[in-house]
């Protein structure tokens, strides 16, 4: 996975020219083309009563810049949200937020941030404050997109991709590095 480095002079992205960059050159810091998040290719799945689940997503291939550097995203298929055994009730959803985050070894990572099970009208998406929990301490992150999976019966999942969440940028609180 390779990455390109913006930087000129170990400073930030043109820091070297005319005193450095306006607020709107920062967006292009951390955003994201391509890399969507979709519904599995095979589906999610739900066995009777307290038996597994199988929350599967799917995230297309595509470009992210995290933190000043551009990287590639492979495609995956059928991927798990998480373990089989963390069942939810029938009625309940959960969101899952997916993050590409900047490693320190500047490579990327996604990351999926669950949220908590909740009746389905009740269910909201992890907040910000928990994905910088759950990112590693002073890595910049940009949200990818959601997928709420909603068990609408005994045995029934369904599938909602929401991908209006991929800011160009994060406020710099956030993503610095």
């Not at 759950?134 to 890595?139: C, E, I, K, S």
């Not at 992150?141 to 005994?154: E, F, K, S």
Request: glycine share 12%; charged share 15%.
């Amino acid at each position: 996975m390779g990455y390109k480095d913006y930087r000129s002079g170990g400073g930030r992205f043109g820091n070297d020219m005319l005193g450095g960059v306006g607020v709107e050159f920062e967006m292009f810091r951390n955003m994201a083309h391509g890399a969507w998040i979709e519904k599995s290719t095979t589906g999610s799945s739900q066995i009777t009563g307290t038996g597994n689940g199988t929350y599967l997503y799917n995230i297309a291939s595509g470009i992210v810049v995290v933190g000043g550097k551009v990287y590639e995203v492979a495609k995956a298929v059928n991927q798990a949200c998480e373990a089989p055994a963390n069942v939810m009730a029938s009625g309940y959803s959960k969101v899952y937020m997916f993050v590409a985050y900047k490693k320190p070894d500047n490579t990327v990572a996604i990351m999926i941030v669950k949220g908590t099970a909740a009746l389905t009208a009740a269910v909201v998406p992890p907040t910000v404050a928990e994905i910088v929990a759950a990112v590693p301490v002073g890595l910049p992150w940009i949200v990818l997109g959601t997928m709420t999976i909603a068990r609408t019966a005994d045995t029934t999942v369904t599938e909602a991709v929401d991908n209006k969440y991929r800011p160009l940028g994060l406020p710099k609180t956030v993503h610095e590095d």
